[in-house]
């Protein structure tokens, strides 16, 4: 069993050395961009040896303009009649696609040629709309932002272009984070969200509701785990990764210690002052970005249960928000942080939808 090889590396090198010189040879006046990014784990640098079952291995995409994509067939047939049957240990030739599977590919290693690699061929027009369910000469509004799969922006955004010729990376700079009023209202939404439950946790406590207070807490700890990201102008994964990348986040001191202790604190009064310190240390963050109001801890109506009054952040980050139509959304966030809606959020054909439906909320608030 050879060493895993990461696959950023892997499909890098499989395009420099095994990919580039046949084109080169074929057709050495083409112009064309090619690189990594999309799905997958490894677009996200997290892959390991688990990644390699399926739609993992050398691969890459070949983007034409419009103009040559007629070429394309040929371009495949060239690859397919002279890559290698493997590249650094890893098999270039897959499987047919399992319709009953979601089209997944499976590494299938032959002796000889012509190989079936993962290599895609197309515009870089029609794979950005596919992929994000957009067009890309469109320029997106507050809805379409709102609407877009936040997975799938980091997917498009996190990976690598390995040749450049069309200037695509121009192109993907525009969605490397948010507009701005986006992120501040994505972050009021956070902490809007986080009010609507902020005495849960130890209400439930109170009547003896272990579970309920567990619940409540990881809900309001995911919340604050967003709002770092938004900080730090990062998009989030889906939940397979969304601890992974919350760990490499520049954070202030104490932040992950508190998170912990929210999450796994045996006795609540341990978890409640954790969740405390863990929301100020947020809102001290996030003022450094954008302010929003002070918080400081306090009862619930005197009620014995501890509190910052998150509403006020809130209403500090919606006050300086200028769009009317984004302004006067509920503070909902996006369906993307529901994690296990996928089905819905994730798919590009839905996206018209959910942006329709933003547009609407706006127009009767």
Not at 89 to 96: P, Q
Not at 131 to 159: C, I, K, N, V
Not at 181 to 187: A, D, G, K, P, Q
């Amino acid at each position: 069993m050879h060493e895993f090889v990461p696959g950023k590396i892997l499909c890098r090198q499989f395009f420099l050395k095994a990919v580039e010189p046949i084109l080169s040879r074929h057709f050495p006046d083409l112009a064309y961009s090619a690189g990594l990014l999309g799905y997958g784990s490894d677009v996200l640098g997290y892959d390991d040896s688990t990644s390699t079952d399926h739609m993992w291995g050398p691969r890459c995409y070949i983007f034409l303009r419009g103009e040559d994509v007629h070429l394309a067939p040929q371009i495949f047939e060239a690859l397919c009649q002279e890559l290698p049957v493997s590249f650094m240990g890893y098999s270039v030739n897959f499987s047919e696609p399992d319709p009953n599977d979601h089209n997944v590919r499976h590494a299938e290693p032959v002796e000889h040629g012509p190989v079936s690699p993962l290599c895609w061929i197309q515009t870089f027009e029609s794979f950005f709309e596919s992929y994000l369910g957009f067009p890309m000469q469109q320029e997106p509004d507050f809805a379409d932002w709102l609407s877009f799969s936040e997975h799938r922006l980091l997917g498009l955004t996190a990976g690598e272009l390995f040749r450049d010729e069309l200037g695509i990376g121009k192109i993907l700079d525009k969605y490397r984070f948010y507009p701005e009023e986006v992120r501040i209202w994505l972050m009021a939404s956070q902490w809007a969200l986080i009010a609507e439950e902020q005495a849960f946790p130890g209400r439930c406590a109170m009547t003896g509701d272990s579970m309920g207070s567990r619940l409540a807490i990881s809900r309001i700890a995911a919340r604050l785990m967003r709002i770092a990201f938004l900080c730090a102008r990062q998009y989030a994964p889906y939940s397979k990764w969304f601890g992974t990348a919350f760990s490499n986040l520049p954070l202030p001191g104490g932040l992950r210690e508190s998170l912990s202790d929210v999450m796994t604190a045996r006795r609540f009064p341990i978890r409640e002052e954790a969740l405390i310190q863990a929301q100020l240390l947020t809102a001290e963050m996030q003022n450094e970005a954008v302010f929003g109001a002070n918080l400081t801890q306090d009862l619930y109506f005197n009620r014995p249960i501890l509190v910052v009054w998150p509403e006020q952040m809130a209403d500090g980050l919606l006050s300086q928000i200028q769009d009317g139509a984004l302004k006067s959304l509920p503070l909902c966030g996006t369906l993307s942080e529901v994690e296990n809606l996928t089905v819905l959020w994730d798919e590009p054909k839905n996206r018209p939808l959910l942006a329709e439906l933003y547009r609407r909320l706006a127009q009767q608030s």
